[in-house]
């Protein structure tokens, strides 16, 4: 443990500054919000990050420490510590002081957005979020803002109507710059250490500090957006004992781009790296919009995604046709291995003991290479993949240069198809080849039956996107993504 | 009565009545009221096994983890180990044999939520396993069935069919549905004198939660209180379900004397309450040249679960809709009721009504395609008639027959006809995408076929100021009926709405209420408060009559103001003196409907007292490749007679249209070989996001429609019906893979047409087309 810690968070609760001592690193917001706090509008809706249900807004200071950066996110497996130098907002919140409503909830309220109310609160909160950070959304935008909120009785046209509507409602003065100075006021500084009921939280601040703690203990978790380990506790009533946060970090934070790679720091979110990787790789456009909701895209990060290892994970399949790069750290070291050696069996990965990922580097965009990526699931929105692939190919004329080939979803960790990839490699770029192609799948995976897909689907369906991948790089006028139409 | 000046409310687009407290987080559900001073927070232990003998429990590290203070089981129960809505065949704790996995064994109380729920995993539980039937097929095999199987016939079907010019046999597999509501269930039970017991229920049918408690703690009716101020969403998942919370949580409240709240987790909630029941279906259809159907057979098998529950009624009404808006003549209707080691199957939304139309619409589809026909055509030909062939399988007449007019309006209004040609031409010249289109009727019965079970009650004070309390024997639970009751009240008494307070369902003010289903909320509970309102309007005019010696002709109620000759008198002057004069100000009123009747043993009679009518045309694009499909375009007339309330009867018919296309396209239930349901949280199971909804979505009600029958204010339920709207998408579905045949076969699609049921109907059309 470094020598100064400080064993108390602070942050804001909408205007009140609140310090907490003694926090039990398990506990989660909506916990501390509904049982300590009697806050009982944010509901509980499934404590595992798939309803929004529970759905509060943090603000934040961004790098320059001068604005607020607000985003929604599942209170429900939010850790209460991770709250250290944020600013909460939850739905009681929202209305003036004159009782008057915030312009969300008077949309909502004129455009008959509630029935049963429950699921409202969340939505509520994904709209001021929306609200705070873009002025007009298109009918995408507003799609993809409300994709982690599930609404059961209104069908969600309302809803959506009442998120046009609100921009068009008089706008509350803004009290941002009192709470710019709020935050800065927090004292934040060095790494969190806080113990409560037998389990221990640090929050270091420096990379160098990290590594320091991994090493000192290396049976402790690592936290990033808790989007996999906050169900831990949630639904496996799992006590952590042990928790090592990485999201003050700063180093973890950053994006950057060399010559020949794009690098992404471990503790990236999803949402800030989606418009980076979008920019690069368009063709990521539907499977990023795909991965989650925001609620989820607002905590989860690239590191997290892929250190944890499930064979599911939506970022591997294209991450390893791109051939990306890791960079992870033990103490002073650090290594590179490519993803696709990363994976040793069911959620086994090629770290050490008191190892770490710290960075992730994807190449830059090569013209000459053709990409693909597909997601198979039963839900466009916030669905976990039946099948996840990833085509990468480098033409050269009408043969085939080089091609990476990878799925997740068809066998027990994400992983390149070497036979499939070995009999295209070198040979002519035609379906007849490609057909030839889909049989060598049978060789490379034995997917399995779940709730998700059979195993018959998911080998049928993975022949049929490297179909797709070819017709969609030959085709004149290849069809668009059947999700895309009216959209 | 003076038209100009009477204002009412009814018929006016109203916010529901809480929107404010939804949308700022004050509306308070059963987990948001303060806690009671030492509340024991609640969980239950679950059976692990599908169908097994309990050899031994041991609980002792149950008991004995941080923060536990009690722990139940069968054994503990002072009164009825049961809360079987019809049979006495649900125990609220297994006792000796365990029946689906998820099924409630013991009960821990401890000082929080989460000490609650650690502990009851410590349990060992020690089972013979026993064989265990865990699908509708297997159980028909068997002859496994929670209650006789039942035969609704009229003709002689068969021979009807021998003698067709043409025939036709199908089947297909229909999936179940998890309500999803967003509050999971919950119950509070405070203990307090003289053996009172007061609880705080989620539940659409405070009534039975009363009754069943009484009976589990051993007392009667009148020491139980149940009170519901709104559910999270109920959907029918809260008509019986909440019986077995609300008694685990009495039993404990009662044993430690402590108060006690049981709040299942999402998982927990989805394992071990019941849903929509799943079916397979076979028919045998005869018809004529013009897809006139002359004879048909149906035989349903229904997974009911381990007990009977509401099953009978469902797979009642499973039968009664079997006909949708079709007259069939001679027909024969087969009802299975299976007995599975599953969790017993409820009601939802529909009530086996979905599954009966799904049915007749599948063999609807496969006759037009038989024929080479526009189904619309066939189905149209179908119809029932205005004034001949209009005489339902169970004998009830379809005097309010609207559906000619509903679908000649839609089929202009969406352009079916036109779109439906240019469907066939995109699909002729594109190979990897197909689109498909379809328009299907909704005819829905209005009543509970349980004839007693028509009737409300209400309870109406009015306070010297002249502010109302309104209670009745309905629920809130986002359908929006605080709100038109209230403006049925409103409209009777001639004042604002901001004068009348909307209080909990509470078996202490209303006695004996049905539950608030069967859509028969408003007609039930608006009638039955409108005649509480009119009594002591009544009084009140009688009163105005002497005290101002005027003819009761010369009193005029308008926008709270009473004109008594040529006086005025605010409506709080008005009740005020009344109130001097010793005028009693609190009524009770009371419904029941009226021409009903029927015969359970025979199948006929007039079970409903009107129909509801509806109809939609989807239009879908489908992925040939992945099966991956999207909704592009839904239009909609459906009728709610003069509509009460059209804002949240439009939140009724979106709702329910996009509910159904969950039920019908992503909502998949799984269960393993072992009978665990796998599908038990959101991250599983997939109800429909808002990218899912149309992007082109038009939903019109029929206009100056009136309700025959005299119905409050001449509306119509709403609350079921439209969800079955939803048909068209999943039959559009099946359109745009009958194109990979070139309409040759009619596919073999199962629901719900998940991408991967659509890819498996596709490739066997491929089969066909390579044929």
Not at chain 1, 32 to 57: I, S
Request: charged fraction near 25%; proline fraction near 4%; glycine fraction near 8%.
């Amino acid at each position: 443990m470094p020598e100064t810690v400080r064993n108390t968070i602070s942050f804001l609760l909408d205007d009140e500054e609140i310090q907490l001592h003694d926090v039990d690193p398990n506990r989660t917001v909506l916990q501390w919000l509904r049982e300590d706090r009697q806050r009982t509008g944010t509901k509980e809706g499934c404590a595992e990050g798939d309803c929004g249900a529970c759905a509060v807004v943090i603000a934040e200071l961004d790098a320059d420490g001068k604005n607020l950066r607000h985003r929604a996110v599942n209170s429900c497996i939010q850790f209460l510590p991770t709250l250290d130098g944020k600013q909460l907002i939850t739905v009681e919140n929202l209305q003036n002081k004159d009782g008057t409503l915030h312009p969300v909830q008077q949309a909502m309220v004129d455009e008959h957005g509630s029935q049963c109310g429950f699921c409202t609160p969340g939505f509520v909160m994904s709209m001021y979020a929306l609200f705070e950070t873009v002025d007009k959304p298109t009918r995408v935008e507003i799609d993809d803002a409300l994709a982690g909120n599930l609404c059961r009785c209104t069908g969600y046209r309302p809803i959506i109507s009442a998120t046009q509507k609100m921009y068009e409602l008089p706008k509350p003065a803004s009290r941002h710059t009192a709470t710019v100075a709020a935050l800065r006021k927090l004292r934040i500084e060095g790494t969190v250490g806080v113990e409560a009921n037998g389990r221990r939280y640090y929050a270091p601040s420096t990379l160098k500090e990290l590594s320091e703690l991994v090493q000192k203990n290396p049976a402790a978790h690592l936290l990033a957006g808790g989007t996999d380990v906050g169900l831990w506790v949630t639904k496996q009533h799992q006590e952590l004992d042990s928790i090592i946060y990485v999201g003050a970090v700063a180093e973890l934070q950053t994006v950057t781009k060399t010559k020949s790679h794009l690098e992404l720091g471990a503790a990236v979110t999803f949402t800030d790296a989606m418009p980076v990787l979008n920019t690069l790789y368009p063709q990521l456009d539907e499977l990023l919009r795909r991965f989650a909701g925001p609620p989820i895209r607002n905590a989860a990060t690239i590191g997290g995604n892929i250190a944890n290892g499930s064979p599911i994970g939506d970022s591997m399949p294209a991450l390893i046709a791109l051939d990306t790069i890791l960079v992870l750290r033990r103490g002073d070291a650090t290594r590179e291995l490519a993803l696709d050696e990363f994976y040793l069996a069911y959620q086994q990965t090629a770290l050490a003991e008191g190892e770490f990922l710290e960075r992730i580097r994807i190449p830059l965009p090569d013209p000459a290479l053709q990409l693909c990526t597909y997601k198979i699931s039963k839900r466009f929105d916030q669905d976990i993949s039946a099948v996840c692939a990833a085509f990468a190919v480098r033409l050269d004329g009408d043969t085939v240069a080089g091609i990476r080939i990878a799925y997740g979803g068809v066998a027990a960790i994400p992983s390149r198809a070497p036979k499939c990839e070995r009999v295209l490699t070198g040979a002519k770029w035609t379906e007849k080849t490609v057909l030839a192609a889909t049989q060598a799948l049978e060789q490379d995976f034995s997917p399995i039956s779940d709730m998700r897909a059979t195993d018959e689907y998911r080998m049928q369906v993975s022949k049929n996107l490297l179909l797709k991948f070819f017709y969609a790089t030959t085709q004149s006028d290849p069809p668009v993504s059947v999700y895309s139409y009216g959209r | 009565m003076d038209a100009e000046t009477r204002v009412s409310t009814v018929g006016e687009a109203l916010p529901h009545d809480s929107a404010e407290g939804h949308v700022s987080g004050a509306a308070l559900y059963t987990d948001d009221l303060p806690e009671p001073r030492n509340l024991l927070h609640l969980a239950a232990g679950m059976s692990a096994r599908a169908h097994a003998r309990i050899k031994r429990i041991d609980l002792s590290a149950v008991t004995e983890a941080p923060g536990v203070v009690a722990v139940m089981t069968a054994a503990d129960i002072p009164g009825a180990n049961n809360y079987g809505a019809m049979a006495e065949d649900d125990p609220i704790f297994a006792s000796d044999i365990v029946q689906y996995v998820g099924q409630p064994v013991f009960a821990v109380a401890a000082e929080s939520v989460d000490q609650a729920r650690r502990a009851t995993t410590l349990a060992r539980i020690d089972y013979e396993e026993l064989p265990a039937i865990l699908d509708a097929e297997s159980a028909v095999k068997k002859n496994s069935f929670v209650l006789p199987t039942e035969k609704l016939a009229r003709g002689n079907a068969a021979d009807a069919i021998a003698a067709a010019k043409h025939r036709l046999s199908g089947q297909v597999a229909l999936g179940g549905q998890d309500q999803f509501y967003l509050e999971g269930q919950i119950a509070m039970a405070i203990p307090l004198e003289a053996d009172e017991m007061q609880v705080y229920s989620s539940t659409q049918y405070p009534g039975e939660v009363q009754q069943k408690v009484a009976h589990a703690i051993g007392t009667k009716a009148k020491d139980v209180v149940v009170e519901c101020r709104r559910m999270g969403g109920g959907f029918g998942g809260k008509e019986t379900q909440p019986a077995l919370i609300a008694c685990i949580a009495a039993l404990m409240a009662h044993r430690t004397g402590r108060a006690a709240k049981l709040r299942l987790d999402r998982d927990t909630d989805m394992i071990m309450t019941g849903k929509r029941h799943d079916y397979s279906i076979a028919y045998n259809v005869g018809f004529d040249e013009q897809g006139v159907i002359t004879g048909i057979d149906f035989d349903f098998a229904s997974r009911c679960g381990m007990s009977a529950d509401l099953s009978g009624p469902v797979n009642d009404r499973t039968m009664f809709h079997a006909d949708n808006a079709y007259f069939l003549e001679q027909v024969n209707i087969v009802s299975h009721r299976c007995k599975t080691h599953t969790v017993s199957n409820t009601a939802f939304r529909g009530f086996g009504g979905p599954q009966g139309m799904f049915a007749i619409e599948y063999a609807m589809d496969d006759i037009a395609r038989h024929l080479e026909k526009d189904p619309l055509d066939v189905r149209r030909a179908n119809f029932y008639g205005i004034d001949e062939r209009n005489e339902t399988p169970y004998g009830q007449l379809v005097k309010d027959n609207v559906i000619h007019q509903i679908v000649d309006r839609l089929e202009d209004t969406a352009d079916y006809r036109q779109r439906y040609q240019a469907i066939r031409d995109f699909n002729a010249k594109t190979p990897l995408q197909k689109r498909g289109i379809a328009l299907t009727p909704v005819k829905f019965g209005i009543s509970f076929t349980a004839t007693h079970l028509n009737q409300a009650g209400a309870l109406v004070h009015v306070y010297t100021d002249g502010t109302v309390r309104l209670n009745h024997g309905g629920t809130e639970m986002g359908q929006g009926l605080y709100i038109k009751v209230a403006q049925v009240v409103a409209d009777e008494l001639q004042i604002d709405l901001d004068r009348i307070k909307l209080t909990a369902a509470d078996t202490s003010k209303v006695p004996n209420a049905s539950a608030t289903a069967a859509s028969a909320g408003s007609d039930l509970n608006g009638k039955a408060a409108q005649a509480a309102a009119r009594k002591i309007k009544k009084r009140l005019t009688r009163f105005a009559c002497e005290h101002f010696s005027v003819a009761k002709g010369d009193i005029v109620y308008t926008r709270n103001q009473v004109r008594i000759g040529k006086q005025h008198l605010s409506f709080a002057e008005l009740v005020h003196l009344a109130y001097m004069a010793r005028v009693s100000l609190s009524a009770t009123g009371f419904y029941k409907t009226p021409k009903i009747h029927y015969d359970r043993a025979t199948f006929s009679g007039r079970p409903f007292f009107y129909y509801a009518y509806g109809a939609a045309v989807s239009e879908v694009i489908i992925d040939v490749l992945t099966g991956e499909h999207r909704l592009l375009r839904v239009d909609i007339v459906h009728d709610c007679g003069r509509s009460l309330n059209p804002a949240v009867d439009l939140g009724q018919i979106e709702g329910g249209f996009i509910q159904g296309y969950g039920w019908l396209t992503s909502e998949e239930l799984w269960w393993n070989e072992s009978g665990e349901l796998m599908t038990h949280a959101p991250s599983t199971y997939k109800i429909p996001t808002c990218s899912d909804l149309p992007p082109d979505f038009r939903v019109e009600m029929l206009q100056s429609a009136d309700n025959r029958e005299k119905t409050i204010h001449r509306s119509k339920a709403v609350g079921e019906p439209p969800l079955m709207l939803s048909l068209s998408a999943f039959f559009a579905l099946r359109d745009a893979v009958a194109s990979v045949s070139n309409y040759r076969r009619s596919p073999d699609l199962q629901a719900p047409a998940t991408p991967e049921a659509v890819l498996q109907a596709v490739t066997a059309q491929k089969a066909e087309r390579a044929k």
